[in-house]
């Protein structure tokens, strides 16, 4: 049996007890606070009085609270307040909760806010309009002042089960895909082009869709590329019934950006894109916010010594969202630029803003803003030549990059031990870095850098040997002792492994 004398805390002071200021030695007078009961564990009951599913909607409607248990309490310290916390979460190892403080009523009942089960659905299960189960437990607290003590112990709980709870509608409805409707296609809505959702799931919790445009220089010269967004419903009906359009735009050096508004018929409110080149289209229906920006499959980096003449072989920056690319390879002192088409005269180039380059003092890293302008003949500058692992933003216009001064191998064959990993040797140029005679054991592998996992090498889907920073493991099926490659002379980098 669990007893909890409240008043016998070993921080009676806090608890505001009395105590005589004045006594004589050496018989003090006794003590006459009087004596308050002593709190079971058991003397407080929570029985559950949900019923099926906790319909939040008709609560909200009847703006009534949310009745969750019968309570029954005695034997409670007259001087302590009880305070009941519900801690909730998507699954029963409770990783991730979110507490929700419970109403007490004179009927002995317990209640909550139907918004507060609202707002931790939504924080913590989903956004989504279906029921869906929450784990509920509650922990029970004797509070007085500013102190309090949980009461059964701190893993003691009065309540744990499941709730099922169905959500209010969102304020804005979510289809599940959406389409570009415009010039392109002579504004016939069967023809859109399905716009992607950036996050497989309900809509609700990833409600970003986004399609990448090529736009040719003949759509720029006859008009520009010019669109709205259809909803799947509207595309079904091949109606612009619920169709939305372009408002409040800002337009930046790499794009635009503004809000989405209702429109019900096929030209109003339209976007236009005046110039050729690849763009990305983004569109956010929670917020009903867009994003028209920049977008190439790569960033081509032309550098010292290499021919721009030649851009099939040229090194380039590869990316997952069209925004941020990112890539390794040599770069000598005379540094680099990039371009978004392979082309150094056409399309979009970017340079160095040479007032915001720095480079670090130790020479190993630098970073800077960059400027759309094919006229200009500046480089990005380097503090040492190497191997370089650089990324680029091309909404934020910002660049950066990492010198490269180890590769190391690790894997099953060395317990993925990071202090264990082997390096390998670069040659004169940094453009291939090798190890010969090393015995692996069957099993995955994996190129950190610097014997840290911040940076790493791995396949591009687990299979290629093509290289990807951040990319999935390599793996080998026979034990041996192996001589092996990774070459960034050119694009894609790769590796070539060979057993002796």
């Known amino acids: ?52 599913t906790v319909d939040l909607p008709k609560y909200v409607a009847e703006q009534q609270p949310v009745k969750l248990f019968d309570m029954s309490l005695t034997d409670f310290p007259a001087s302590s307040e009880l305070s009941l916390i519900a801690e909730c979460s998507a699954d029963d190892t409770f990783g991730t909760t979110e507490d929700i403080p419970l109403t007490l009523t004179e009927e002995n009942t317990v209640t909550v806010r139907a918004g507060e089960l609202q707002q931790m659905f939504n924080t913590i299960i989903s956004k989504d309009l279906v029921a869906k189960d929450v784990y509920v437990r509650v922990a029970a607290y004797a509070v007085r002042g500013n102190s309090k003590v949980r009461l059964g112990g701190p893993d003691y709980y009065y309540y744990n089960g499941v709730v099922n709870i169905l959500p209010e509608p969102q304020a804005n409805v979510i289809e599940p895909a959406y389409y570009l409707v415009g010039s392109f296609c002579d504004w016939d809505i069967s023809k859109g082009l399905l716009m992607k959702q950036l996050n497989e799931g309900n809509q609700y919790d990833n409600p970003d869709f986004m399609l990448k445009v090529d736009v040719t220089e003949a759509q720029a010269d006859a008009g520009g590329y010019i669109f709205k967004i259809v909803p799947v419903s509207g595309f079904e009906k091949n109606t612009w019934e619920g169709s939305l359009g372009f408002a409040d735009i800002t337009k930046t050096p790499a794009g635009a950006k503004g809000n989405l508004i209702a429109t019900d018929d096929k030209e109003t409110e339209a976007y236009k894109i005046e110039k050729e080149g690849g763009y990305m289209v983004k569109i956010n229906m929670e917020t009903r916010r867009f994003e028209v920006n920049l977008a190439s499959d790569f960033l081509w980096a032309p550098s010292y010594g290499t021919s721009i003449s030649n851009f099939n072989s040229m090194m380039r920056l590869t990316t997952s969202d069209y925004v941020k690319y990112e890539g390794s390879w040599p770069i000598k002192n005379g540094g680099f630029w990039l371009a978004a088409q392979p082309s150094n005269v056409r399309g979009f180039v970017y340079r160095p803003d040479g007032d915001t380059e720095v480079i670090a003092d130790d020479k190993k890293s630098f970073t800077g803003k960059m400027v759309i302008d094919p006229s200009l003949n500046t480089r990005m500058k380097i503090g040492t030549p190497g191997l370089y692992y650089v990324t680029a933003d091309i909404v934020t216009l910002e660049y950066t990059g990492k010198l490269i001064e180890e590769i190391d191998v690790i894997g099953a064959f060395n317990d993925w031990d990071l202090k264990k990993s082997v390096p390998l040797t670069a040659d004169k140029d940094f453009k291939t870095w090798s190890i010969t005679g090393l015995t692996m054991k069957a099993g995955e592998f994996k190129f950190c850098v610097s014997k840290d996992w911040g940076l790493s090498y791995g396949s591009t889907d687990g299979t290629s040997n093509e290289l990807r920073q951040n990319g999935k493991n390599f793996n080998i099926a026979e034990n041996g002792v192996y001589n092996i490659v990774l070459d960034f002379s050119k694009y894609p980098a790769h590796m070539t492994i060979t057993k002796q």
């Open 1 to 52: 049996m669990k007893k909890f004398a409240i008043i016998a805390l070993s921080a009676a002071a806090c608890w505001g007890l009395t105590s005589c200021d004045e006594y004589t030695l050496p018989n003090p007078p006794a003590q006459s606070n009087p004596e308050e009961v002593v709190f079971k564990a058991e003397d407080l009951k929570l029985t559950s009085t949900v019923d099926g």
